[in-house]
């Protein structure tokens, strides 16, 4: 697998043949080290910063996330960014514009059902935390000491049963989402031709992700830019590239923003 060096030199060619630089850039485990809780989640040191400096050279820096966009908007804290959350399903762009994928609002009350169902069903279970999303549902098990793997097929089954959902597993979470055939993949889809779309010239495209949701990304750019796969120790993946942890995500962040400040005025522009 490539390293982060290999990563910047890609970046570095495809900015000298004139491309412009797409960041898409997930949240927990990638900006955000693994936390015990999801509300305990934050940037990894630097990270905003780091982001901060890759905007002002024009870069287009997007956070594709399976949180709620406003959430990771919040723990974030960084302007003139585009969030795409609700793994995917949610569009806010830098400009402000925001737009929903279709059938996402309608889905709302078969998340509801799950959500009570989970809730009476496992709410009481030591170390289960329950995570409300605008368009989803978490159960996390990252602190049920015992039976863990049980009781996530048991909140599966329930979920499926109830229907009107999909299930996506993460770390230590299982999630009942619209059942609508949508992902982070289809969502870097379109925000790379939104960004071809809205502004003239080649664009190269990077995505950097540490999860299972992540690799529908990575599978759905293919060679069409730089994807990394955060994580501590090699491992199957989709992604080209592999950094360790988010600390390296930071330092990949700076060294882009170093190259792209010597490539200035090359706009991506997205809606
Ligand atoms: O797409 P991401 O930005 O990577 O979000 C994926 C899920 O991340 C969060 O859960 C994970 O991180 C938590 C905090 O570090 C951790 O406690 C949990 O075990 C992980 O699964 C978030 O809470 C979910 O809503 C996201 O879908």
Redesign the pocket.
Known sequence: MKTLDDVVHDVANALAKGQRLLAML?????????????E??APEVGAAEAITALVKTGAQVV??????AA??QARLGVGNVSVVGS?GLELWWASGARELVKGAEEARAAIAKVEAAWRERFGDVAGV?L?Q?PF?V?L???LVEEGAQTLAARASEAALQLGGVRL?S????V?AVPALRWD?GRAAQLVLRRARATAPGEVHALYV???L??EDAFLALGAEGSTVLVASEDRASEASARVRDPAQVVRLIWELAALCDQNQGRLVGLP
Request: aromatic share 4%; hydrophobic share 30%.
């Open positions: 997930d949240f927990d485990g990638t900006l955000a080290p693994i936390a015990a809780r999801p305990l989640a956070i594709v996330s399976g949180r709620g959430d990771v793994h935390v995570e999303k989803g978490a996390h098990y990252r996506k993460g770390k230590c979470v999630e982070k992700g540490d999860d949701t992540d």
